[in-house]
């Protein structure tokens, strides 16, 4: 697809819009759409790492009730059930991320969008669409939100507004203090059926994409098929651990 056929939008400060407030509200519906969306996704990754902690918790019920527990092995049981209580606490809180998320925090662009895709693929899979992450090898550092924000609305979009299966490829390079992720459709010669329409919430349109790059400060170039965007370059910082969050 040539460029000239792609919409672009550029990162321009609020104050130049006609209506900031209809803007912003636009933004924060944008935002909501996309969480409800998720919000399945999320629920489900919270309910896995809770499931370990309620079976050994039902192991050790079990034990403490026979007539002569084996009091080493509900040690063992015990400490297993603590290390797991931890884990899924430590994992419910990142997820919290999502829904609240920090300023300024940044990530690994590679990371960033394996994140994203860990909550979406399963998801757009029954629909009819797969994904091919090409961005392993890109690792320079974005803003985390502006990130987490683009690539799951661009991805909902892109596949709304398809109406037969496809694979999108994602793809990543970087130029100077300049990330280029983008992300194609492409038909799947075999499908027979179309695509299904996503049952959570509503449909994303690329109002709303824009909407959230306005917000976010990403640069946006759309089209039917394809959606490039452009993130700053973030200097290297210290991060905690928020695999999630």
């Known amino acids: 697809m040539s460029s000239a056929a792609l919409h672009a939008l550029e990162a321009v400060p609020p104050a130049s819009l006609a209506d900031d407030n209809a803007l912003s509200m636009a933004q924060e519906a944008a935002r909501y759409a996309v969480l409800r969306r998720m919000g399945s996704a999320i629920r489900h990754q919270i309910a896995g790492s809770l499931q370990p902690v309620s079976m050994i918790a039902s192991l050790v019920e079990r034990r403490v009730q026979a007539p002569a527990p084996n009091l080493e092995a509900l040690r063992r ?3 297993e059930m603590n290390t797991l209580a931890r884990s899924a606490s430590s994992e419910c809180v990142a997820l919290m991320g999502w829904l ?3 300023e ?3 990530v690994a ?4 969008v394996a994140d ?3 909550l979406l693929t399963t998801e757009l899979s029954f629909r009819g669409f797969t994904v091919v992450d090409a961005t392993q090898a890109e690792s320079a550092r974005v803003a985390r939100l502006g990130l987490r924000t683009l690539v799951p609305a661009c991805l909902m979009a892109l596949t709304d507004a398809a109406a037969m299966p496809a694979q999108v490829r994602i793809e990543a390079g970087v130029d100077g203090m ?3 992720l983008s992300m194609s459709l492409q038909p799947m010669p075999d499908a027979e059926d179309p695509a299904q329409r996503a049952k959570a919430y509503r449909l994303l349109t690329w109002s709303d994409v824009e909407a959230l790059a306005q917000a976010e400060g990403v640069r946006l170039q759309w089209g039917p098929q394809t ?3 452009q993130f700053d370059v973030q200097p290297a910082a210290e991060d905690g651990d928020v695999r999630w969050g």
Not at 109 to 112: K, M, R, T, V
């Open 178 to 180: 300049v990330a280029n």
């Open 77 to 79: 049981n015990c400490s």
């Open 116 to 118: 994203c895709l860990h």
């Open 109 to 112: 662009l590679n990371e960033g």
């Open 104 to 106: 300024g925090e940044q």
């Open 100 to 102: 609240a998320p920090h």
């Open 227 to 229: 959606v490039r965007l």
